[in-house]
């Protein structure tokens, strides 16, 4: 039997190499002639924002370019933005860069369009007014973003990630170019990369998993899996990039369709509290969130398929698992010195997630403790 399910849209996705020269169509066809163009300092360093305004003038497209994205943007990142585009005339919004910037363009449509502060619209569908058109460019193959309806932005005070969701925030158009990728250095290539991956995976076996966002999970690891040794080994080769990315694109819409789980849920405090960088921190996580999980019957199950892709496709012969523990176990990894009560604090905290309530075994504070120690490699409590 077929479970009913509801899905979530995807933007019109336009991928290839030089996908980016499409733009310009992109705009024309969401109805705008004008638009703000939202990116970071890196990105016009690399080219790309002088390439994208190029491609856009001289098709008549009047553009603004608001370059002052900041990583992990918080409310107030979101505000300037927001003060500065006010001052501003256009119709759309492009974002180009990251992860970054694709949550500065959406939360800045949130406030420029619906007012107030980015807290007001912590969960899902709370914004009434329509949205402005949105055109989605990312330059790193991660976090999805680009085809996700929620903006990722942290409370000021507490560093907390709120995720601020609506139907109207969703890109309607998202270009997809892997030589744009080109500029993301290596070792970010390698975070984003094992983020991507954690993505297909923690969506595959989620509890919101329907039939559509198992296909999408299933994409997305058949891509990733191809191309991410060689980018944990820092050796890209031919098309890794293009692979890379769409697995990204279609792991976003997989969490669009289905959510994330534990090893989210359990990286986001080791963000929080220790500056772990967020593939890192997933990383991390992962292969014991795996392991926790493969006590579900439906989860082993869905791990034994996919271990069954990687043995199909000459990937590799090991089990799911064991191939992303080995795949972690090459990253070069922080050493986090935790105690105990430092563990009892990141345990409390990841229960909280919101993330971590589509896990396939529900969790309570003592398994997260497990799950750090087994992560820190500690022994269990007498
Ligand atoms: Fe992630």
Redesign the pocket.
Known sequence: MVDPFASRPSPKLIFGNGALSKLSDAVREIGVTSVLLVTDKGIVKAGHVINAQSILESAGIRVHIYDEVSENPTESDAARCCAAATELQFEGIVALGGGSSMDTAKACNFLLTNGGKMSDYHGYGKANKPFLPFVAIPTTAG?GSECQSYALVSRESSHEKMACGDPKALARVAILDPDITDSQPLPVAVQTGI?AL??ALEASVSTRRTELSAMYSEAAFRHIARAIDDIVDCSVRGDDRGHMLLGASLSGLAIENSM?GAA?AS?NPLTARYNVI??RA?AIMLPHVMHFNEADPEAAKIYVRYSNILRETGISRKPLIDWVADLVGRLELPEITADASDIDKLAAAAALQWTGQFNPRPLEVKDFVDLYRAAFALPKPA
């Open positions: 976090t983020d954690a993505h994330l989210h990286a967020h593939g997933v």
